[in-house]
């Protein structure tokens, strides 16, 4: 099983939690992406398929098939059991961050006494 560390880059982070969901082609997950991120990270075709690349590299994600639209072959990828591990390792680990920075703020005062 390969898994990365924990704080996986944000796009990476993305791609993978799009892919969470039904197998998806590249421009759904591009489509994905930029609705997950609110519009703040949009990923050109060309880092989209070098990041798949290197996710099917790292046992990840997988090519689950392909059809053909209009005269151009769709390839279909989607999250491997290592990919949801590693995905949900990253989500954990960001949730106690956040956690950990809510209950800090929370007795923060802007002006020390």
């Keep these: ?62 090519a689950s098939g392909e059809e053909e639209v209009d005269g151009r072959v769709r390839r279909y990828y989607r999250l491997t059991p290592a990919g949801g591990a590693a995905l949900q390792a990253e989500a954990e680990s960001l949730r106690r961050n956040a956690d950990l920075a809510t209950r800090r703020l929370a007795a923060w005062s802007p002006h020390p006494a």
Excluded: K
């Excluded at 944000?10 to 799009?18: D, G, K, V």
């Excluded at 197998?23 to 060309?46: D, K, M």
């Excluded at 880092?47 to 790292?58: F, H, Q, V």
């Design 1 to 62: 099983m390969v898994a990365i560390l924990p704080g996986m880059r944000e796009p990476t982070f993305l791609i993978l939690t799009a892919l969470a969901g039904a197998p998806l082609h590249g421009y759904g997950v591009i489509r994905q992406v930029a609705e997950h991120s609110g519009g703040r990270v949009t990923l050109s075709a060309g880092t989209l398929y070098a990041a798949l690349d290197r996710l099917t590299g790292e046992g990840l994600v997988e």
